[in-house]
């Protein structure tokens, strides 16, 4: 097995192609749609994605930053040669797909001014700092990872959700609710800016910043509409109370579902919450087993 290739398959893979829980829960909004233009919108994003699985064109033109997660199980290794073929294997991803040039050129302040313009090639857009989790902590996607596992997850995130994501504290006040609630009001607030809904938003509750983003991505990897804990039925039911349907239209479908990760807590007052509302072509994610 070429892993360089398997993994640009993956890429290729993750913009084109819907995930099967994604496609029933979209069918079903479908169907349970009152709202004639709320309807009519879902039913043409699920066209897109048709048209997009049959032809291998990515599902929307912002063909989003890599991110990885390596899951790794007791009896496996993770070598640097690995780490140089998932770097090669996205670029290769990005430039067969092809994604959308998005790599800025220059140094430091160069690439924050966007004075130099940027690269031709797609995959030069190098990947996000990869994660790696051998599942030991506490979390609501906690898995049983087998001693012989390795799995590479890879999540394209595009700009608009990046835009319009979140991470405060807030202060638990010993209350769930009051935590949950006000990640529920910071994504009412960012979907009605967002535009291109309906979303699967992410919640990743934890001790530091990085501790919560990270199990927000965690919680996009390993989430599935199929089988949503009580917490995302909340979430998903608060959310679709808003009544922002599909692309703003109105309706009942502001979210298709939402995933909830909350970690590890300590002795404090507040909690770090992460939310991320995704766009209606996430979460592009796809999962190679080596």
């Known amino acids: 097995m070429d892993i360089i290739d398997c993994i640009s398959e993956k890429i290729i893979k993750a913009s ?4 099967d829980d ?5 069918t079903n909004a479908i169907e349970m749609e009152e709202n004639e233009n709320a309807k009519w919108a879902l039913s043409q994003i699920l066209e897109n994605y048709k048209v997009a699985q049959k032809t291998r064109f990515p599902l929307c033109d912002d063909t989003g930053i890599p991110h990885v997660i390596v899951e790794v199980g007791s009896n496996r290794e993770i070598t640097g040669e690995l780490l140089n073929q998932i770097h090669e294997g996205v670029a290769l991803g990005l430039d067969n797909l092809p994604a959308r040039p998005m790599a800025v050129k220059g140094n430091a302040i160069e690439r924050i001014e966007q004075s130099e313009g ?6 030069m857009l190098k990947t996000a700092s990869i994660l790696i989790d051998s599942s030991n902590d506490e979390s ?8 012989d596992t390795l799995n590479l997850h890879f999540i394209l995130e595009g700009g608009g959700p990046e835009i319009r994501a979140k991470t405060l504290r807030v202060y638990h006040k010993r209350s769930f609710y009051n935590v ?4 529920i009001d910071w994504l009412s607030d960012s979907l009605n800016l967002l535009g291109c809904t309906p979303s699967i938003p992410s919640i990743g509750i934890g001790r530091t910043h990085y501790e919560a983003n990270a199990l927000l991505l965690k919680s996009i990897a390993y989430g599935n509409l199929d089988s949503q804990s009580e917490v995302e039925q909340y979430v998903t039911s608060k959310l679709n109370e808003t009544g922002i349907g599909p692309l703003g239209f109105g309706g ?7 995933y909830v990760n909350i970690g590890n807590q300590r002795a404090s007052g507040v909690r770090i ?8 072509v996430e979460p592009r994610v796809a999962t190679l087993k080596l």
């Open 16 to 19: 084109t192609t819907l995930t």
């Open 22 to 26: 994604k496609l029933k829960a979209l």
């Open 118 to 123: 940027l690269y031709e090639k797609p995959g």
């Open 140 to 147: 609501t996607y906690k898995r049983d990872v087998h001693p």
């Open 180 to 183: 949950i609630d006000t990640a």
């Open 252 to 258: 009942k479908t502001t979210v298709l579902g939402s």
């Open 273 to 280: 919450v992460a939310v991320r509302p995704s766009c209606f």
